[in-house]
């Protein structure tokens, strides 16, 4: 069993800054398959960040430049460093441990956490 537990979220301005932070446990996990994703009201899920087979970062364009993910292997935590926020950031957003092969899609993450909410105003 692995449990994954989102921290970090609140409402922000944009412009702002936040940083998200994912803590794993349960059985034996590497940081190196955890991933980023966002769910805005009414919207799909889509893919945020994530680490690549080769270890280096993935980024959805829409955040490319701003969020930066990185990884604490002795804390199995994973962070989310977010800036420039804008508004249409806002959104539950959720990390999840990686079992297949594509970084971007949901359907290759098996555990996800609860989730934790991010409101920029504009």
């Known amino acids: 069993q692995v449990q994954l537990v989102e921290s970090g979220g609140g409402l922000v301005q944009a412009g702002g800054s936040l940083r998200l932070s994912c803590a794993a446990s349960?059985?034996?996990?590497?940081?190196?398959?955890m991933g980023w994703f966002r769910q805005a009201p009414g919207k799909e899920r889509e893919f945020v960040a994530g680490?690549?087979?080769?270890?280096?970062?993935v980024y959805a364009d829409s955040v490319k430049g701003r969020f930066t993910i990185s990884r604490d292997n002795a804390k199995n935590t994973v962070y989310l460093q977010m800036n420039s926020l804008k508004p249409e950031d806002t959104a539950v957003y959720y990390c999840?441990?990686?079992?297949?092969?594509?970084?971007?899609?949901?359907?290759?993450?098996?555990?996800w956490g609860q989730g934790t909410q991010v409101t920029v105003s504009s």
């Open positions: 999840a441990r990686r079992v297949g092969r594509t970084v971007v899609s949901a359907t290759e993450y098996d555990y």
């Open positions: 349960g059985r034996t996990l590497s940081t190196s398959v």
């Open positions: 680490f690549s087979r080769s270890g280096g970062s």
